[in-house]
């Protein structure tokens, strides 16, 4: 049985680009969170999706936008790439709004 | 201001040697208390939840226990497999379920 799997694992971005990253969530689970995840701190809040709506929002600007699908897949984009965007973007999925399952992240750098 | 506070930051042990994290806790409403383990670039491994004071939780070396201001996370005769950062996370009834996390700790097991 598949976990949460995130994509790409790695990327470079440059300052003021878009990007777009995705994530699957382990089978049977309908709630899809993200949350960014700085070196040497915890992760942080980004929001989570359920029934493809945004039910809750941590403290991130516009700039942060997200995606679920009807087959509860997620995207999370960033746009106008700030240095300071550099972290682990990690995806967790559960079959409730409980912490859940965590993929292994996607580190964006951005340049 | 709801918050997740950790310590030690990190800690160093010989294998063999006992010791005890804590994660202290403000928020109003406690719904769940979470433990998780992150290894170095890797997404956190869920271990425990704990919901009502009094409750404790064990798996192999580790056992968590709660009180209304914080959760210890026990470990007992750590070998170096152990050595990761453990974080501790929280969520509300008042907050609509959004989930906290604390910075972690880290924790290193000398052979």
């Known amino acids: 049985d598949a976990g949460v799997t995130q994509s790409p694992t790695h990327l470079i971005k440059t300052r003021g680009q878009q990007v777009t990253l995705r994530c699957s969530p382990k089978?049977?689970?309908?709630?899809v969170s993200w949350y960014q995840q700085a070196l040497g701190q915890g992760p942080q809040f980004i929001f989570q999706?359920?029934?493809?709506?945004?039910?809750q929002r941590g403290n991130f600007p516009d700039r942060f936008s997200g995606h679920q699908f009807p087959n509860y897949s997620s995207e999370l984009n960033v746009n106008a790439l700030l240095l300071g965007d550099s972290a682990l973007y990690l995806c967790?999925?559960?079959?409730?709004?409980?912490?859940?399952?965590f993929g292994s992240g996607t580190r964006l750098t951005v340049v | 201001e709801d918050q997740v506070t950790q310590s030690p930051e990190a800690l160093r042990l010989q294998e063999g040697e006992s010791s005890s994290l804590n994660c202290s806790y403000t928020?109003?409403?406690?719904?769940?208390l979470f433990w998780y383990r992150q290894d170095p670039g890797k997404g956190p491994e869920f271990l425990f939840t704990?919901?009502?004071a009094g409750e404790e939780k064990e798996k192999e070396r580790l056992k968590a226990t709660l009180t209304k201001k914080e959760s210890f996370l026990h470990i007992t005769a750590p070998k170096p497999e152990d050595s990761a950062t453990y974080l501790c996370a929280v969520t509300s009834f008042n907050r609509d379920d959004k989930i906290i996390f604390g910075k972690g700790t880290r924790l290193h097991i000398l052979p």
């Open positions: 999706y359920y029934e493809e709506e945004e039910r």
């Open positions: 089978s049977g689970h309908d709630t």
């Open positions: 704990l919901y009502s």
């Open positions: 967790a999925s559960s079959p409730s709004t409980q912490a859940g399952t």
């Open positions: 928020v109003s409403g406690l719904r769940g």
